[in-house]
């Protein structure tokens, strides 16, 4: 596990270590998806895969040019320089908006969008998530055992990432191969999941400065959103 802002460096080129993370994550469950389409002759996952794939490279293009969009003349002039640099106010922000834009654009343009696609989508995200605890580490709330940091020592926050995020695989893996519950329910699980995982792992987080509302940050009310919405999937009327 690494540090978190470590970057690996090939020439002029950097990589977070993040971004090494998200990538394996990625490829892991290209990789699964595209055996259970195979195995199960299920004619939407070569374009959920496509539309993955070409999103995530829209992301990674946004974010790696933003430079470009917030110091403009300076690239202009030296263009080489924009090898070095990526991101910004607003980049990941801007990359996430256009990547689902785009993901939305192609599911409803090739409708297979659906509760099907919902489930792979929060099934790989849960996964990016793993894959993230797994290389990067992330420091809670002092504590009397765990990462150790300047003398001090802190509560390993990505390896209770780990268990939370893994538990949640493995459930949602379960009811994906007995069949025996309906898809919009495996979505609400999975929903309901990411919630809780987040609420739980709040507990040992150091408190963040740019909370919105009831002392939680964005991502943190969004995860809330999460577990509200797949419970009420969980609840509705079965047809």
């Known amino acids: ?22 990538l394996v994550g990625i ?43 917030e110091q403009t003349d300076i ?3 030296n263009p080489a320089a924009l090898l070095l640099y990526s991101g910004g106010a607003y980049a990941a922000e801007a990359a996430g908006i256009a990547s689902a834009g785009w993901f939305l ?3 409803i343009r090739g409708k297979w969008l659906g509760w099907q696609a919902a489930e792979w989508l ?25 990462w150790e940091l300047a003398g001090n020592t802190y509560i390993p926050l990505n390896l ?26 495996r979505v609400g699980i999975l929903l309901v999941g990411l919630g809780l995982a987040g609420l739980i792992r709040g507990l040992w987080r150091v408190p963040a400065a740019d909370t919105l509302l009831w002392g939680m940050t964005l991502p943190e009310l969004l995860l809330v959103a999460a577990l509200l919405v797949g419970v009420t999937l969980l609840l509705l009327p079965k047809k």
Do not use: N
């Open 75 to 77: 690239f202009i002039r």
């Open 122 to 146: 929060f099934a790989g995200s849960v996964l990016l998530l793993l894959s993230k605890a797994v290389f990067v580490k992330e420091y809670g709330v002092s504590a009397s055992w765990g």
């Open 160 to 185: 209770i990432d780990l268990v939370l995020y893994l538990s949640l695989l493995v459930v949602a893996y379960v009811f994906f191969v007995k069949k025996t519950v309906a898809t919009r329910d």
């Open 105 to 107: 654009y192609r599911g």
């Open 27 to 69: 490829i892991g469950g290209y990789y699964l998806l595209a055996r259970i389409g195979h195995k199960q002759q299920l004619p939407t996952v070569k374009p959920f895969l496509d539309t993955i794939t070409s999103a995530a490279l829209i992301g990674v293009l946004i974010y790696k040019l933003w430079p470009l969009v």
């Open 1 to 22: 596990m690494f540090e978190p802002g470590t970057v690996w460096s090939w020439g002029p080129f950097t990589v977070p270590v993040l971004w090494m993370g998200m």
